[in-house]
């Protein structure tokens, strides 16, 4: 079943769809699109190194991406740098490096577009597993730590005076989030990863009225977007990433006219 | 050690700094089972940061805080929320506890707001958010109830029926509270300790003790100390700035 590449790449989609659904909410409820995106860029070194050590690149990815969270949450506290000013160092001196390491590798060929904006050829049976099976546990985990993660980030000091422990949730969290953006590097590619975890659950936003709504709404608007983008990628020839990613763009776009009708039905 | 059973926070000589400027020092208080303990004194007193070293969110303190229960509801002084979550009333009742609807619903008729149950948390009023923030505090059948000015925002005969809750449920679920309020007439009637505060601890004691302290009259004006009593003390120390006492 899994011989043609194209199930292979749509099974794959639909794993990550999943797992981007319910994080993507949470990166836009906390404000964390450029942390992610920090984190993306910083994966292009974790590819690398995947390829000179000879290492299993998803794993390799969650290394590095968590290894830059880290170095982030010391620079917050040892510098008197804004947030923002930090995540753009780290972004883009990560990804010249892990370009600039490229460099040096002349002895293998590396598809470097591929990289960027994903690549549904090169998706092979064990990075599948990859996806599921690391999918699930990263869902596990957030049940297990939504309630304080969520608690407070609607409110911190309530959670922590109610005794949740959100301290514990956000690391938690941050390093899912380096998983997530590991196991979703070869189907949407490290630029674009940011866009299938935010555009999605922006859509979900304009359409729901509760936090729960949001989150299935924005895994079904990613499953759509996977599924858009990939018989697109396969029908037109275009690289895999961009395709998902302008066909989650799409559906949002549709979700503002919903705003629109709701509001006049309202009047 | 707790040797008496009924104390739920015990502060000793607890205080508070953010870069090296004491927001409130030396506060040693308790509050019991069944007890409403109130915090009272001028802006900036430390009042709001005093229940926050109680509830354990702030964490590099001096001194130190005895907890002796997990369940606790808190109604913060200031609480932002951000709009970009679609969140009801009926999602932020069971925001740090999973509760039936049963008793979600009395909790939100308690506090007069059952008919805003499924709006946005974003749509309601002032004085509305309060009640639904005072109602998920209480809802959750707390231990230790701390309010940080429970009541701001809330019309005159909704603010005297709140505080009427809030002794009957000290009552009844036998909770320990820890109030701030500036309503000195409430405070003075409903409460069974009373801590004076201005960067330390001024006076302390049951209401009518604090009443007849020279201390209060100095923080909160000739007027005020009327309210209960006309006694009348000498000064025995002076303020500095700070809030803290001036040693001759």
């Given at each position: 079943m899994f011989d043609d590449f194209f199930i292979r790449a749509l099974v794959a989609g639909i794993g990550v769809?999943?797992?981007?659904?319910?994080?993507?909410?949470?990166?836009?409820?906390?404000?964390?699109?450029?942390?992610?995106?920090?984190?993306?860029?910083?994966?292009?070194?974790?590819?690398?190194?995947?390829?000179?050590?000879?290492?299993?690149?998803?794993?390799?990815?969650?290394?590095?991406?968590?290894?830059?969270?880290?170095?982030?949450?010391?620079?917050?506290?040892?510098?008197?740098?804004?947030?923002?000013?930090?995540?753009?160092?780290?972004?883009?001196?990560?990804?010249?490096?892990?370009?600039?390491?490229?460099?040096?590798?002349?002895?293998?060929?590396?598809d470097?577009?591929g990289?960027?904006?994903g690549d549904i050829l090169a998706v092979t049976v064990d990075d599948l597993l990859i996806i599921w099976v690391?999918?699930?546990?990263?869902?596990?985990?957030?049940?297990?730590?939504?309630?304080?993660?969520?608690?407070?980030?609607?409110?911190?000091?309530?959670?922590?005076?109610?005794?949740?422990?959100?301290?514990?949730?956000?690391?938690?969290?941050?390093?899912?989030?380096?998983?997530?953006?590991?196991i979703?590097?070869k189907m949407?590619?490290?630029?674009?990863?940011?866009?299938?975890?935010?555009?999605?659950?922006?859509?979900?936003?304009?359409?729901?009225?509760?936090?729960?709504?949001?989150?299935?709404?924005?895994?079904?608007?990613?499953?759509?977007?996977v599924i858009?983008g990939l018989f697109?990628s396969l029908e037109?020839n275009?690289?895999s990433?961009?395709?998902?990613?302008?066909?989650?763009?799409?559906?949002?776009?549709?979700?503002?006219?919903?705003?629109?009708?709701?509001?006049?039905?309202?009047? | 050690?707790?040797?008496?059973?009924?104390?739920?926070?015990?502060?000793?000589?607890?205080?508070?700094?953010?870069?090296?400027?004491?927001?409130?020092?030396?506060?040693?208080?308790?509050?019991?089972?069944?007890?409403?303990?109130?915090?009272?004194?001028?802006?900036?007193?430390?009042?709001?940061?005093?229940?926050?070293?109680?509830?354990?969110?702030?964490?590099?303190?001096?001194?130190?805080?005895?907890?002796?229960?997990?369940?606790?509801?808190?109604?913060?002084?200031?609480?932002?929320?951000?709009?970009?979550?679609?969140?009801?009333?009926?999602?932020?009742?069971?925001?740090?506890?999973?509760?039936?609807?049963?008793?979600?619903?009395?909790?939100?008729?308690?506090?007069?707001?059952?008919?805003?149950?499924?709006?946005?948390?974003?749509?309601?009023?002032?004085?509305?958010?309060?009640?639904?923030?005072?109602?998920?505090?209480?809802?959750?059948?707390?231990?230790?109830?701390?309010?940080?000015?429970?009541?701001?925002?809330?019309?005159?005969?909704?603010?005297?029926?709140?505080?009427?809750?809030?002794?009957?449920?000290?009552?009844?679920?036998?909770?320990?509270?820890?109030?701030?309020?500036?309503?000195?007439?409430?405070?003075?009637?409903?409460?069974?300790?009373?801590?004076?505060?201005?960067?330390?601890?001024?006076?302390?004691?049951?209401?009518?003790?604090?009443?007849?302290?020279?201390?209060?009259?100095?923080?909160?004006?000739?007027?005020?100390?009327?309210?209960?009593?006309?006694?009348?003390?000498?000064?025995?120390?002076?303020?500095?700035?700070?809030?803290?006492?001036?040693?001759?």
């Amino acid at each position: 079943m899994f011989d043609d590449f194209f199930i292979r790449a749509l099974v794959a989609g639909i794993g990550v769809a999943f797992v981007t659904g319910p994080l993507g909410c949470f990166v836009i409820w906390r404000r964390l699109s450029y942390f992610g995106d920090t984190l993306a860029h910083s994966a292009l070194l974790g590819v690398t190194l995947a390829f000179t050590m000879e290492f299993n690149i998803a794993l390799s990815v969650f290394i590095i991406s968590s290894l830059i969270a880290l170095t982030l949450i010391q620079l917050q506290k040892r510098t008197n740098l804004p947030g923002d000013a930090l995540l753009g160092l780290l972004a883009h001196s990560s990804l010249a490096v892990g370009l600039v390491v490229i460099g040096f590798l002349t002895f293998i060929r590396f598809d470097i577009m591929g990289l960027l904006f994903g690549d549904i050829l090169a998706v092979t049976v064990d990075d599948l597993l990859i996806i599921w099976v690391g999918g699930a546990v990263i869902l596990l985990i957030l049940k297990l730590i939504w309630k304080p993660l969520f608690a407070s980030t609607v409110n911190y000091e309530l959670a922590e005076a109610e005794g949740l422990n959100p301290d514990r949730a956000k690391a938690i969290f941050t390093i899912l989030m380096a998983a997530i953006i590991a196991i979703s590097i070869k189907m949407v590619g490290l630029l674009l990863i940011t866009g299938m975890l935010i555009i999605p659950a922006a859509m979900a936003r304009n359409i729901s009225s509760s936090p729960q709504r949001m989150v299935i709404y924005s895994i079904i608007g990613g499953l759509l977007s996977v599924i858009l983008g990939l018989f697109t990628s396969l029908e037109f020839n275009t690289p895999s990433g961009p395709s998902i990613i302008t066909a989650a763009l799409f559906l949002f776009i549709l979700s503002l006219f919903n705003i629109k009708q709701s509001i006049k039905l309202k009047n | 050690m707790n040797t008496n059973q009924n104390i739920l926070v015990k502060l000793k000589d607890a205080g508070f700094k953010i870069n090296d400027k004491w927001l409130v020092q030396g506060v040693s208080l308790q509050v019991e089972k069944g007890k409403i303990v109130t915090l009272i004194g001028p802006n900036g007193s430390g009042k709001s940061t005093t229940a926050k070293i109680a509830l354990g969110i702030y964490k590099k303190i001096e001194g130190e805080v005895e907890k002796y229960t997990n369940k606790i509801g808190y109604v913060p002084q200031k609480i932002s929320i951000d709009w970009t979550l679609p969140l009801r009333v009926n999602d932020f009742m069971v925001l740090t506890e999973s509760l039936k609807n049963e008793i979600i619903d009395e909790a939100l008729s308690l506090t007069g707001v059952i008919h805003l149950k499924d709006k946005n948390l974003g749509d309601l009023s002032g004085g509305e958010f309060q009640r639904v923030l005072l109602a998920r505090a209480i809802s959750k059948k707390p231990e230790l109830l701390v309010l940080d000015e429970p009541v701001q925002g809330v019309d005159f005969t909704g603010e005297i029926a709140l505080y009427e809750l809030i002794k009957k449920i000290s009552d009844e679920l036998n909770c320990g509270i820890l109030l701030i309020s500036h309503d000195l007439h409430t405070v003075m009637s409903a409460t069974d300790h009373v801590v004076c505060l201005n960067g330390h601890v001024c006076c302390s004691g049951t209401p009518m003790d604090v009443a007849k302290n020279n201390e209060y009259k100095v923080l909160f004006g000739e007027q005020a100390s009327q309210i209960l009593s006309r006694y009348e003390h000498r000064h025995d120390h002076i303020h500095t700035d700070e809030g803290k006492i001036k040693k001759n």
